[in-house]
């Protein structure tokens, strides 16, 4: 079985504070390093933890809110003051191209590099990208905004899949993902609010991390990663202990810390 690792660079939610950053995540997969959400400050993380950019394959966006997009901008003008020649394909609502592209054509006219988008629609279920190894595909959410999370499949070169890694970005608790994500070996869920707070959810279009244990179990997963913490919460313990009641093989999404898949 070949490594996969995920790196966290931002486990917190909106509101930055001093213990988190917004959503970020570097997962590796067959020597590719897919960047999943860039929110604020996610590049300085990169930065302080030597992540080599040059593997940087392709970035996934889940959805556009500010705390998993605002960080990009300045990701792409730094990776061509590194002088990166090798495109940079961004998989994303289509609003994002249109958000960027004043941004790119005022501050970033002279790239080293393309930058390719990839519109999703992230209300539908679908394969968005596939090599010989890697497939990824979406995986449609209840939030404000269109949302995805993401399913990277991993697969020997006779596509038998052998490793899986499921991120559920900004959610409302829905069972509707239970089937796609059966059997998933490692999956990142959303658990914004502890169960004090849970009144929060349903205007929030967030989750508990009660809620997103009870998805992992009946998925049948072997790991649940929790993130995105709300602000109004600094004991991440609480967190952790009430996922854990549920799902006992939850551990916490820690900014700096890799995780083997």
């Not at 604020?40 to 302080?48: D, K, L, P």
């Not at 009946?218 to 549920?246: C, M, P, T, W, Y």
Request: glycine share 6%; proline share 4%; aromatic share 8%.
């Amino acid at each position: 079985m070949s490594s996969a690792q995920l790196t966290i660079l931002g486990s917190g939610s909106a509101l930055p504070t001093w213990q988190n950053s917004p959503s970020g995540q570097i997962l590796t997969l067959c020597d590719k390093s897919f960047l999943i959400d860039c929110g604020e400050g996610v590049q300085i993380t990169m930065r302080r933890l030597g992540v080599k950019t040059a593997r940087l394959y392709s970035v996934f966006i889940s959805h556009l809110h500010g705390d998993h997009c605002f960080g990009l901008i300045g990701l792409i003008s730094t990776l061509s003051m590194m002088h990166r020649t090798q495109p940079l394909h961004i998989y994303a609502h289509r609003d994002l191209e249109k958000l960027l592209r004043p941004w790119l054509d005022y501050h970033c006219q002279e790239l080293s590099y393309e930058v390719i988008f990839h519109h999703i629609n992230p209300r539908k279920q679908e394969v968005i990208f596939e090599d010989r190894t890697v497939t990824v595909e979406t995986i449609p959410l209840k939030h404000k905004v269109p949302t995805c999370g993401f399913l990277f499949t991993e697969h020997h070169r006779d596509s038998e899949p052998i490793k899986r890694y499921a991120y559920c970005s900004d959610t409302l608790f829905t069972e509707k993902i239970v089937p796609q994500l059966d059997g998933i070996d490692v999956l990142y869920h959303e658990a914004t609010y502890t169960d004090e707070h849970e009144h929060r959810c349903k205007g929030t279009m967030h989750s508990t991390a009660r809620q997103a244990a009870t998805i992992a179990t009946k998925a049948h997963a072997r790991k649940l990663i929790i993130g995105h913490f709300s602000a109004r919460v600094d004991d991440h313990e609480l967190f952790l202990n009430e996922a854990q009641e549920v799902f006992p093989n939850t551990v916490m999404a820690v900014e700096g810390e890799t995780i083997e898949l």
